[in-house]
């Protein structure tokens, strides 16, 4: 059985970082307002104890982690050759569970000329942008910084990996 070469994983997210935290800013208005509603009072000047413990309370965990629905990997199929795979919840492990079943697709593809950095770090960015159009049909986002491929050497990252699987 020979071993898998992932190169790269990628988070899919809900929304952008930027509509997450204004749809958190959105609900601690609400929140507030409708508080000061029974409280009859401003939120500013309650008790600042009382505040702190209705902010944390109100606490939406950091986006990068907290907000994803999938995950994307790019894996060297062959010496010339990537694919895409997307890990995305399609339906249930069971009836009765909550819990989101992750199913793997292989759905996207491209080659590279053999031990070019170049050429492997487009191929990744061709991959990565495959897989973001399908994705954007959901109405999702996956998270491609373009600064960090152009600064992995995969190369190296191959040779390593090769001589890990060897052992």
């Given at each position: 059985?020979?071993?898998?070469?992932?190169?790269?994983?990628?988070?899919?997210h809900r929304r952008t970082r930027d509509k997450y935290y204004r749809e958190h800013?959105?609900?601690?208005?609400?929140?507030?307002?409708?508080?000061?509603?029974?409280?009859?009072?401003?939120?500013d000047s309650m008790p600042l104890d009382r505040q702190t413990y209705y902010?944390?309370?109100?606490?939406?965990?950091?986006w990068r982690f907290n907000d994803i629905v999938g995950?994307?990997?790019?894996?060297?199929?062959?010496?010339?050759e990537l694919i895409g795979h997307l890990?995305?919840?399609?339906?249930?492990?069971?009836?009765t569970?909550?819990?989101?079943?992750?199913?793997?697709?292989?759905c996207a593809s491209t080659q590279f000329e053999k031990d070019n950095l170049?050429?492997?770090?487009?191929?990744?960015?061709?991959?990565?942008?495959q897989l973001k159009s399908i994705v954007k049909e959901r109405k999702w986002i996956l998270e491609v910084r373009q600064e960090?491929?152009?600064?992995?050497?995969?190369?190296?990252m191959i040779k390593e990996i090769d001589e890990i699987n060897e052992k």
């Amino acid at each position: 059985m020979s071993k898998r070469r992932i190169l790269l994983t990628l988070l899919i997210h809900r929304r952008t970082r930027d509509k997450y935290y204004r749809e958190h800013e959105s609900y601690v208005v609400k929140q507030k307002a409708w508080l000061e509603g029974i409280r009859q009072e401003p939120f500013d000047s309650m008790p600042l104890d009382r505040q702190t413990y209705y902010v944390d309370t109100w606490f939406w965990p950091p986006w990068r982690f907290n907000d994803i629905v999938g995950f994307a990997e790019i894996e060297l199929e062959t010496s010339t050759e990537l694919i895409g795979h997307l890990y995305l919840p399609e339906g249930r492990i069971t009836r009765t569970t909550k819990k989101p079943l992750f199913l793997n697709f292989a759905c996207a593809s491209t080659q590279f000329e053999k031990d070019n950095l170049q050429s492997l770090r487009m191929a990744i960015l061709e991959i990565a942008q495959q897989l973001k159009s399908i994705v954007k049909e959901r109405k999702w986002i996956l998270e491609v910084r373009q600064e960090l491929i152009n600064h992995v050497d995969f190369l190296a990252m191959i040779k390593e990996i090769d001589e890990i699987n060897e052992k």
